[in-house]
């Protein structure tokens, strides 16, 4: 005797990205943390030492946040209108920022009030940066020009005028105390050199820039600006690597993984892309709920925080090693694996008679009604709530069978309002996906044909017929569509093909669309 | 056999053993089926066949245990003659000449009542136990409610109670009536069971009278307490629909015979114990015949849903393999998924299948799906289900022939104009390799008919109704197209070894050589050739030729312009399937028309238009003339190894002797002189056997003679069956008894004495 053949359930191919490393590595966060700031935040800035707290830059105010920490450690207001661009040193000491009032500060981290104030800006600064060498600060104005400071004495060392329009972003090269770039919305990244008069390199950026990057090595440089990121090589005299587009607003920050192995760039489209650095392809997306102004990624990926135009601060940190034992030891309450196991994986002995217990099989409980007949039953359960939403599969494969059964009608009929308008809310969800079409077209057909007598009767189920018309005749113009542009798509490949005396096989031609067609006389 | 000496056409297996009810015996062990010309005879323990009892001209129509002798059985066939066997032995002890009649001993249905009546008159007589003459007395209540009830309620089956006054009688509608007191006739009343929704097929109580049987379309058996009837028992998913079910004469065994060719062997308990599985012939042959590579078993669709792989040799059912994986539902009128194509690799560790279910015209549900060989469990496990490959009816299906290529690619062709190459992908992260689609292409929207890879897999061609297209696989190119005289062609192959430049088709009228060198067509001869089939291991090819009702055979190679071997009326009907199966041991035969079968067998299925019998798998074989007196010879020789051993049986009382623990024995001076005289009684024995031997040997000369009398007196039939009946006893048991008498003699003379003692 054979024993009942359970429904088998058609798995379909998995739609959606593919799991790859790096989907498991930037999926490895926690939910994001959200601290709401004064205003948008416009720079994020992790300090160089441990423990790594950053500096956030949101209005008038700068805040500093250590790793963990929900609330500032430490918040500099002496600002007389926006700050821009809080910066630290080298050794984590100092903080400079820039302001919409023309003056640049410098705070000791530990301290309230500015150390220094450099003057002679004479619009607002949105650049700030200190040199290699510790002593000096690098400023950018939008009075085109940016300047070098010393900081023992808050003077001016140097001004640069070579921008023509206002310079928002701007890095220091970490390996040579007078190098640093300048990006300006004049679309030219410039390369200066602290002992010559003017820049070195001068680079087409093609729009304004926003941000730029200096790789660790300092070989490759990094803009954004428009919907571009560019890649440069400085070795070669500033020449333009790869250009990505994969943005569709503006870019507006720009951050590398601690090991130089990914980029990142964050745009006012609300998401935040990786990129791989061999390839320059995208291996990661994260969406945010605005549009984001900052980004800042914390040595080793510790934690990505993002700061946004609503002015939502938003911080993921990483889950780490204990993290996920501590859920392993929350689900640890179940059964433990020995109660399961028991008994099973004993080994006969030598002189034991062995007495075979039938295994029994596991049913699922619309397998149980389907071999009973009770086909009414085993539907209902098929749309029961969990697998109606969650496995739309298993009320198809059922549906299926029910059909090859011959029994779908009589499983279908006999309904009352509630179990038909739920049947048809199945219906209407899933009949235009193209796994289930054929299935819940069948099932569609004989729905009308059993109820055609009783419409009318509830407005709940006309209402419902109304939209499965609905839906029915807008699919059938899609595939219209579709169908009219498969057929101009096949007309120019023909046509583009190098026409051979033997080639005359067509394109492979695949309808990944089947056609579907309802009688919706209702 | 009839024009060459050495080739016949020989059946070889594959005939129904579900086309009368089998009979168990008495001590349960065997039991006995008709099966085509012969009657074999199953171990109910271990499903093997012990003998087959052959004799037999032609169908065997009916087995019945003799009841007076319950180690013997009677059958009846459609060539007149009845014939009594020793089963146990698988021994002809008796030919009767009888009507034709007894051919058709059992007929159930409504119209052949007023027949069968007759009928089990003479059966009666032959033999007065009890089942036969309830068999008789179940007709006459069916004609009484013929007459009663009209037509509205049709019997399909009856049975009666061995005890009580009561007769069941199956209903096309599915009831089960129960009739009593039907002696006192216009008193009787009757009780209506209900399970089955459709046609109670089979009836059957069991020996003490406590339970009813009864089985039908559904293929559950049930199981009816007498007297109890609310209290049932069931037996469910027994395979195909039940025909038959018998019991066995102690009711230990119950046994059910299936539409699909297979007897179910149920323990009282309701406890399936064995199946004994014949080959089933579904209603069409979709597949075509093939040779699973690895266990050189034909293998075909069978039960609905499964493939079957037949051991030829054996003529046994080696296993089905479930392709659709779908509960079946035993209902008439629904559409269920068949399995329409197979194809094998070249290894035989792919296996491609296609199902198809086909409801309305407009749906036409397709499933492909590859089956990896796996080398544990030595079966085929499911790799990839590639649902609805194709928008209509795959035409074709092959895999790309050489054994030593890395990738494997299978090829199908199929109704909506388009023909698609599948490849084994490489294997993801997580799961194994699976195939995909590789390739698709059509030609001037003509619909494919048939495809076929070269030997070395360099070449496919694909036949697109007039047009045979030639393209490369490696860079999927069109090579060239072969033009033809007008007319589609059917089949394709490619020739083998020396005779790889010719591709041969088939058209309705011609069959068609081209040669691939100069693409132009080599020779062309006009027949009507229905199957085009090549030899995996040489360069002969076979084609089976319709003509004027019979079908023709001819093997001849592509090079050659005269064929090897040809053999006018193979068989009547048409040859649709047809395939060369590789010999285990290469045969070594010189003489130049029987050479084409040194290496392998042809194996045809033909589909008779005689009987209902629809196809019947018949086999070419090679047999030499030579072959007969040596095979006598040996046969003698055997016969007295035979004997030998069974004086050495005789000798069983020493060795017990000899083998008996010393300290359960008496002691030795008081055995020695009972041992020392039974040893002097079986030397005399043994010389008196021989004596035997002789003497049964011409009984059997005797009895041969009796057989050529009988055929003589053919014209008067009755005369001649009644003389058989008569000298039926005397003959059978001259023989027996004498050695039933030697027996006892020689058992129990000494250890009569031990006991007396």
Known sequence: MASFKPTKIQVYPKLGEKVTQDTLYWKNYKAPVQIKEFGAVTSIDFSPVTPHNFAVTAFTRIHIYGPFSQEPVKSFTRFKDTAYCGRFRSDGQLLVAGCEDSVVRLFDVSGKVALRLFKGHTKAVHLTDFTSDRYQILTGSDDYTCRLWDIPNATELTTYTEHTD????????????????????DHTVKLFDARVEKSVITMDHGQPVESVLLYPSEGLLVSAGGRHVKVWDLLKG?????????????VTSLALSSNGQRLLSASLDRHVKVYNTTNYKVVHNFDYAASILSLGLAPDDASIVVGMTNSILSIKHRKNQEDSKEIAGQQRRRPSYRVFVKGKNYVPKQDDYLVSKPVKEHLAKYDKQLQRFNVSKALDTALGTYIRFRKPEITVAVIKELDRRGTLKNALAGRDERGLSQLLNFIIGNLVDARFTPVLVTAAEMILDIYQSVIGQSPVVDRQLLRLQDLVKREIEFQKDLLEVLGMLDTMFASSLPRKESASASAPTVDPFPTCSLNTDS | MVEHGDIRVVHCGGSKINFRDPVITHDSRFLLCASGEAVKVFSTSTEECIHELRGHTGLVTGVLLRPSNHLQVYSSSLDGTLRLWDFTDGILIKVGQRFQLVAVHLPQSGDQMVEAQELSAVLSGVNPNPAAIAFGRGVRTCRHKDNKKGGWNTFTCVACHPKDDCIATGHEDGKIRLWRNFNHKKEYTYSTLHWHHSTVSSLCFTPEGTNLLSGGVESVLVQWRYNQESERDFLPR???????????????LFCTSHSDNKITIIQSCVKVSAVIQGLVKGDSIRTDLMMDPRSKALVLNGKPGHLQFYSLQRDKLLYNLDIVQQEYIHESGLQQFEVVKAAFDASGSWLATVEERHQKAAELELNLKLWAFDEQTQSFVLNTTISAPHDAQITAMCFCQPTDSQTTLLVSTSKDGHFKAWQLAAPAHTEGP???????SAYHGLVPECCSFSADGSLLAVVFQEVVTVWSPSTWELLTTLSQPPGAVSDLCFGRLSCSK?????????????NLLTCSLEWTTSMDVRRLVADPLSENMAAFCYQSGSTDLFVFKPSEPRPLFSHKAVCSGKVTQAVFAPREEMLESCEESSQWLNRSQLYFLTQQMVNNISTSAEEKQNE????????????KHRQQQQEHQDSDSSLWAERTLLQTPAHVLPSTSYLCSMFVQSLLISVSDAREEKAHAEEEMESEKEEEDSEEEMESSRSKPELAAAAATESDTPALTKAQARELRRVRKLDHSWLAGLLDS
Do not use: E
Request: charged fraction near 10%.
């Open chain 2, 238 to 252: 027994l395979g195909g629909a039940i025909t038959h079910i018998t019991v066995s004469p102690d009711g230990s």
């Open chain 2, 502 to 514: 010719y591709l041969l088709g088939t058209t309705a009228s011609n069959l068609l050589c081209w």
């Open chain 2, 434 to 440: 699976s195939w995909l689609c590789d390739f698709v």
């Open chain 2, 624 to 635: 030499n003339v030579a072959m007969t007196p040596f095979y006598l010879l040996l046969g």
């Open chain 1, 166 to 185: 206002y310079i928002r972003c701007g890095v220091t090269s970490k390996l040579n105390r007078d190098l640093f770039i300048t990006g300006s919305y």
């Open chain 1, 238 to 250: 500033g020449q333009p690597l790869v250009s990505l587009k994969n943005h569709h607003k503006t």
